[in-house]
């Protein structure tokens, strides 16, 4: 490419140079997250990760993609981009992870209409940072300056990631049996889900990213911003010790939505209201205006961000496994007959 036509090219909105200086600014970052059984280097056409299949009989590859969502245009009020990219690997491994797997990889893809590099950074920061917490390596990903699709300052993140887990050992719907109970593992927050609705709670009353409240440490942006919790590090861990009937990432939807997905036909739940504390960034939502319960339970995660459906006579065995973990397990229900989520407790409703 002649001079000429490197100056047309960068005149049209695209800068190869920009590109270079992202590509070398996050490769610190990447080799963070490196495993042994990466092949090649970052910049090749593919990311190459050697699998060891001697350790599986029948191993099983299981995928998961997704993105941030609306969540991102709070990291883009506040000039914060360097916990968005946790959330767009816990949207991904937490997923693969419900399906018994291990994540071993994960790959992004981020879209600008003007190349920031140091920005680009401050984002693969975080999405390494996830890698590290869900031991998956990142293996490549994808820049891509789109001159005109997006407004000045912003982006779009989202991924792809992949886990092997045995056959034998992948969760299947039909181990679940009334009377399994539900352990829930806490949320940070409201997670990656449920933002179109935050943000027009916060329009409507006219709030501030930078309005602090007493129930909140810092300001209402950051308690917002708090990424995602990847649960792989206290999951993965005790399926090696206790034999779980499902599990469920509770993304979009809310509880209402995910926990049956880990349910077989003919059987439903109870989740008892109260019987784990919510996050105060739920607390100061819900006081802004009044929700109906079965909005905030489709909607918003509110303060459980993944669900265990385990045997009864495992559940002691199960809780005091995720403690030495670090984890805070609550037993929030049961499973019985019937379909969908039936909220019990007080101020309940049938949902």
Not at 12 to 31: L, Q, W
Not at 84 to 91: E, K, S, Y
Not at 289 to 303: D, K, S
Not at 332 to 337: E, K, L, N
Request: net charge negative; charged share 20%; with cysteine.
């Amino acid at each position: 490419m002649g001079q000429y036509d490197e100056d047309l090219y960068r005149a049209s909105g695209v800068d190869i140079d920009a590109g270079n200086e992202a590509v070398n600014r996050i490769k610190p970052h990447v080799m963070r997250t490196m495993r042994k059984e990466v092949l090649g280097s970052l910049g090749g056409f593919g990311g190459g990760f050697l699998f060891d299949k001697n350790r599986y009989e029948e191993p099983v590859l299981v995928s998961g993609t997704d993105g941030v969502g609306t969540k991102l245009k709070l990291a883009f009020a506040l000039d914060h981009h360097d916990t968005i990219g946790i959330d767009a690997v816990a949207m991904c491994v937490n997923d693969i992870l419900a399906m018994g797997a291990e994540p071993l990889f994960f790959l992004d893809y981020f879209a600008t209409g003007k190349l920031s590099p140091a920005v680009m950074e401050q984002v693969v920061k975080g999405v390494a940072q996830g890698c590290v917490e869900a031991h998956a390596a990142l293996i490549g990903g994808e820049t891509a300056e789109m001159p005109g699709m997006y407004p000045d300052g912003e982006y779009d993140l989202a991924g792809f990631s992949v886990g092997v887990v045995e056959k034998s050992r992948m969760m299947d719907k039909n181990a679940v049996k009334k009377g399994d109970i539900l352990v829930g593992l806490p949320s940070s927050g409201v997670h990656s889900n449920g933002f179109s609705m935050v943000r027009k709670l916060l329009a409507d009353h006219h709030v501030s990213l930078m309005d602090t409240s007493p129930e909140l440490q810092g300001t209402i942006g950051e308690a917002l911003l708090t990424p995602t919790r990847i649960y792989v590090s206290s999951v993965l861990p005790l399926l090696e010790i206790v034999s779980l009937a499902g599990m469920a990432h509770i993304t979009g939807g809310g509880l209402t939505e995910n926990v049956p997905r880990a349910l077989p036909d003919g059987l439903g739940c109870e989740i008892t209201l109260g019987s784990w504390p919510m996050p105060a960034v739920f607390s100061y939502l819900t006081q802004l205006q009044e929700i109906a319960q079965e909005t905030l339970y489709r909607t918003w995660n509110m303060g459980i961000g993944y669900v265990l459906v385990i045997h009864e006579q495992d559940v002691a065995k199960a809780c005091d496994t995720l403690r030495e973990f670090g984890e805070t397990p609550f037993i929030i229900g049961r499973v019985v007959a019937g379909e969908g989520v039936v909220y019990v407790g007080e101020n309940s409703h049938h949902g």
